[in-house]
């Protein structure tokens, strides 16, 4: 089965950066993390789920919520079977579980299926 | 900014059957949208139910089913069990590869 593990989530100041990394594996069926679009979900405490960023197969296209776009950047090394989350400028409210997701598709608007099971950052001084 | 409504809370009784709804305030969810369903609960991930409208993930029991009712999408669970108290959040996709959570609702099996 996919197995999606977060690290780099901690306590880091306001205005300051992070890069949250998710190691991917557990694929088959001759299918492999290069084959599917990637996002991050975040959710603060107490709070409900809100989309972060979404990275397309081919790492051709990204997309933001207005909430961190210019902020943060998704990326992935598919050599590595790997998503990463670079996050700079942080406020307080970017604090929250970040959650690694796998999509069904390699295509933009393929839905989430796969969750690890999340990394915390706090922003807090 | 698109708000993305669900029923902040409901109960059910054990053996009952629920109906949670997903969308929006002034406009209809249809299955473009390609809403799907989460389960959450406390301290855990979420788990993926449903996705483009009504196709159940692997491993998700045959009493959660996902529909278009009227102008919202719909979670169903039929014959509620008491570990089926959770969360429950939809996503709704907006095109342009963004992604709109509902607000979840809290269920309670009581």
């Known amino acids: 089965e996919v197995q999606l593990l977060e690290s780099g989530g901690g306590l880091v100041q306001p205005g300051g950066s992070l890069r949250l990394s998710c190691v991917t594996s557990?694929?088959?069926?001759?299918?492999?993390?290069?084959?599917?679009?990637m996002s991050w979900v975040r959710q603060a405490p107490g709070k409900g789920l809100e989309w972060v960023a979404t990275?397309?197969?081919?790492?051709?296209?990204?997309y933001y919520a207005d909430s961190v776009k210019g902020r943060f950047t998704i990326s992935r090394d598919n050599s590595k079977n790997t998503l990463y989350l670079q996050m700079s400028s942080l406020r307080a409210e970017d604090t929250a579980v970040f959650y690694c997701?796998?999509?069904?598709?390699?295509?933009?608007?393929?839905?989430?299926?796969?969750w690890g099971q999340g990394t915390l950052v706090t922003v807090s001084s | 900014q698109t708000v993305v409504t669900q029923e902040p809370s409901f109960s059910v009784s054990p053996g009952g059957t629920v109906t949670l709804t997903c969308g929006f305030s002034?406009?209809?969810?249809?299955?473009?949208?390609?809403p799907s369903w989460y389960q959450q609960t406390p301290g855990q991930a979420p788990r993926t139910l449903i996705y483009?409208?009504?196709i159940r993930t692997s491993g998700v029991p045959d009493r959660f089913s996902g529909s278009i009712l009227g102008n919202k999408a719909a979670l169903t669970i039929t014959g509620a069990q008491a570990d089926d108290e959770s969360d429950y959040y939809c996503?709704?996709?907006?095109?342009?590869?963004?992604?709109?959570f509902g607000g979840g609702t809290k269920l309670s099996v009581l």
């Open positions: 997701v796998k999509e069904i598709g390699g295509y933009i608007g393929s839905p989430f299926d796969y």
């Open positions: 557990g694929f088959n069926f001759g299918f492999s993390f290069s084959n599917y679009a």
């Open positions: 990275i397309r197969a081919d790492s051709g296209s990204t």
């Open positions: 002034s406009a209809s969810v249809s299955t473009t949208h390609c």
């Open positions: 483009n409208t009504n």
């Open positions: 996503v709704l996709y907006m095109g342009v590869g963004i992604w709109v």
